[in-house]
């Protein structure tokens, strides 16, 4: 692949990349991992993408890190073995792709915090350009020395129409500075993840530990969710970022609830009493008015004849 060809694909994949990402417009050809996958530091992840269209000849990958633009990760010809890597991604052996038929795997070795972050596989051939849907890929460290993030459950079971806030707390035992905290939920079935509202803190929400002598501060957040509906269903997570270092809750589950349907009223003595003689009535009134109508039918006929009577007579 000639170098010009591969600085033209370098300025026009990003701007197509997210314009599609944004709008989400029509339907692609490729097959990409999606959802959430979590790993731990040091552990080796296979991002896969499969495409469906032979016409496509350059194949690519964007890293989309939390809170942050999109970064063009790697590009790759069709009849290459070997992809080439931008930016910090270049040059370092723990990034590989797998370039072959009908495939373009993402290999990552030897798993950092900075790793985490949506990867998104796309393809192109001439001015025709698709992208998967997205893969969330996040990386759990051992744990932070500075700070912990505790979610707790749903104490009560809701219904569609109910409202409920999650919490998360955030405990930090020495200044970290500014950090962020993302709210990320992970449904289930046709439900993608994604982030689901992000805040910048600088302590203001943020007070000492009660604890006399312990500079440990505990941060409060809050996720109202009004109006459920089955749709918000699923685990939501509650994730701080700070210093180049993500830690991530274990997650609350929202179980929504469908109500079975009762009775609109229990059938009581008085109520069936009541149900009973409307029946009765009703049908003593359908009898009534048959009789009604086949008295005045016989009339009817009694009154025709003797009208007709003196005509016969004349003749």
């Known amino acids: 692949m000639t170098t ?7 300025l026009i994949f990003p701007l197509l990349v997210e314009m599609d990402v944004v709008t989400g417009t029509g339907s692609s050809s490729i097959l990409q991992d999606s959802g959430f996958t979590s790993a731990n530091v040091g552990d080796t ?8 269209d032979h016409m ?3 194949f690519s990958w964007y890293k989309q890190p939390l809170g942050d633009k999109l970064q063009l990760f790697s590009t790759v010809y069709k009849f290459d073995r070997n992809a080439t890597f931008y930016h910090e991604f270049k ?5 590989s792709v797998e370039n072959g038929q009908e495939k373009n795997h993402l290999k990552i070795s030897d798993m950092q915090l900075s790793d985490s972050g949506t990867y998104y596989c796309g393809s192109a051939y001439g001015s025709k350009m698709e992208f998967g849907e997205g893969a969330i ?6 744990g932070s020395r500075n700070m912990t993030v505790l979610q ?15 919490n998360c707390t955030i405990h930090i035992e020495t200044y970290v500075g500014d950090h962020r905290v993302y709210w990320f939920r992970h449904g289930s079935g046709e439900s993608l993840p994604g982030i689901l509202y ?20 505990s941060c409060v957040y809050n996720l109202p969710k009004r109006n459920l509906s089955l749709s918000d269903a699923g685990t939501y997570y509650c994730a701080v970022a700070s210093c180049g270092e993500i830690l991530f809750g274990n997650g609350t589950k929202l179980d929504i609830q469908v109500p079975e349907h009762h009775p609109p009223f229990h059938l009581t003595p008085t109520v069936l009493a009541l149900v009973v ?9 359908l009898l009534l008015v048959w009789a009604l109508c086949k008295t005045l039918n016989r009339d009817s006929r009694g009154i025709t004849l003797y009208l007709m009577y003196p005509m016969y007579i004349m003749l």
Not at 152 to 166: A, C, I, M, Y
Not at 198 to 216: F, L
Not at 277 to 285: A, D, M, P, Q, R
Request: proline share 7%; glycine share 6%; net charge neutral.
């Open 137 to 142: 890929l996040i990386v759990k460290g051992s």
């Open 91 to 95: 040059d370092n052996p723990r990034f």
């Open 4 to 10: 010009a060809k591969r600085f033209t694909l370098c």
């Open 45 to 52: 992840v296979i991002v896969h993408c499969f495409y469906k």
């Open 198 to 217: 992000s805040h910048v803190d600088r302590n203001d929400q943020c007070g000492k530990s009660p604890e006399t002598g312990s500079p440990t501060q």
């Open 56 to 58: 496509d000849m350059y």
């Open 277 to 285: 003689s409307n029946i009765v009535l009703g049908i003593v009134t």
């Open 152 to 166: 707790q459950p749903v104490s009560e079971s809701v219904q569609p129409g109910d409202s409920v806030t999650l």
